[in-house]
């Protein structure tokens, strides 16, 4: 799609690497399923195109480069059922197993806020490409609008070290660059003014090895300290709990500021998505790969859109902007066993499912 601002997407080649910028710069390159469709189809076609040694991606404007996905026209969908939504999840998760297996460096310009769809398209890529950089703020907020952190969200932070993980899925807490490197969302950190002269570097037809260009922008640029990692030691004690109500009472237990924060802010949220996503960030793990993990996340956001979570979550923060969601149902204790387990059946009919299978 062509707006104001030009096409959606900005596909081009560059020296010898295959650029992709996201090009929605007002609404923060929030992700549209012709994004993700053109997205598939220019890196299917480098695959085998020789001149193409790599992959860039970043967003237009200096603002972010994926704020998530477009839940706003998802929403506006509801009417006439899921399937807008079940094609959207298929088709963007498809691309994420895609990026994490491109057989092609893939370097993420993750500049700017990233977000939800944005970590899907950049913190999956593999080769050690992930660039944050000062203005680098990452979160998986979805535990807000009803849902769970998708985008293999559940595969990234149930591996993270210790229980931070657990703290970023429940609570959406914002991450710096720093912290993504940190908790395995990214592994180099370069000042933003340095951006274009990596580009340049990757792009330069004669130049280093683009794996060598890498290397040197993380040996040249040592990692800040990261906020999150000073907490490490709490966070690990009070979200290791067993459950989300274990977790609420433990956070009683400190005064710290931050702590406190992250009370009220899982009081705000989804009963019914929080404690299906504590389940889904423990099983994750055991799961094998990020495509079995994608599976599950398409089972729980297609359940959770059904069920209406997911409408009544975008409509309290981005319609009626009430920030008072009437969530079903309303209190945690509410929430049993049989509720989460049918958020983890199977979709029918099978074949709307994504299908992924990991490489043998």
Request: net charge negative.
């Given at each position: 799609m062509t707006t104001a601002d030009g096409p959606e997407t900005i596909i081009r080649r560059e020296g010898r690497a295959g650029r992709i910028t996201l090009n929605?710069?007002?609404a923060l390159n929030a992700l549209t399923l012709g994004m993700v469709r053109d997205t598939r189809v220019a890196l299917d076609s480098w695959i085998g195109d020789d001149?193409?040694?790599?992959?860039?991606?970043?967003?237009?404007?200096e603002r972010a480069l994926c704020a998530g996905g477009d839940v706003r026209t998802l929403y506006d969908s509801r009417a006439a059922g899921s399937g807008l939504a079940r094609t959207f999840w298929r088709e963007e998760y498809q691309l994420n197993a895609l990026i994490h297996r491109y057989p092609k460096p893939f370097v993420a310009l993750m500049d700017g806020i990233v977000m939800g769809g944005g970590i899907g398209l950049s913190a999956h890529a593999q080769g050690g490409g992930r660039v944050v950089t000062e203005r680098s703020m990452l979160a998986m907020p979805e535990t807000g609008i009803g849902l769970i952190p998708d985008v293999g969200g559940t595969w990234l932070l149930g591996r993270a070290i210790g229980e931070?993980?657990?703290?970023?899925?429940?609570?959406?807490?914002r991450m710096?660059?720093?912290?993504?490197?940190?908790?395995?969302?990214?592994?180099?950190?370069?000042?933003?003014?340095?951006?274009g002269p990596l580009v340049?570097?990757?792009v330069?037809?004669?130049?280093?090895?683009?794996a060598d260009v890498l290397d040197a922008a993380r040996e040249n640029h040592p990692v800040p300290n990261s906020p999150l990692m000073d907490l490490?030691?709490?966070i690990d004690r009070i979200f290791g709990g067993s459950s989300v109500a274990a977790i609420l009472d433990q956070?009683?237990?400190?005064?710290a500021d931050w702590a406190q924060k992250a009370r009220a802010d899982l009081l705000q949220k989804s009963p019914l998505a929080l404690v299906a996503t504590l389940r889904a960030l423990r099983e994750a793990p055991r799961l094998g790969s990020l495509e079995a993990a994608l599976n599950v996340e398409f089972r729980l956001c297609t359940h959770l859109f059904e069920h209406g979570e997911f409408n009544e979550g975008v409509r309290a923060l981005l319609v009626d902007k009430d920030k008072s969601p009437r969530w079903q149902p309303p209190q945690l204790g509410d929430v049993t066993p049989a509720m989460v387990d049918r958020l983890f059946q199977p979709v029918t009919p099978a074949g709307d499912e994504p299908g992924l299978r990991s490489p043998a």
């Open positions: 929605r710069p007002k001149d193409v040694k790599l992959v860039i991606l970043d967003g237009a404007g931070l993980g657990i703290y970023l899925g429940l609570t959406g807490a710096t660059g720093a912290d993504a490197i940190q908790t395995g969302f990214a592994d180099i950190h370069v000042p933003s003014g340095a951006l340049a570097d990757l330069a037809p004669d130049g280093e090895h683009p490490k030691p709490e956070l009683q237990t400190t005064t």
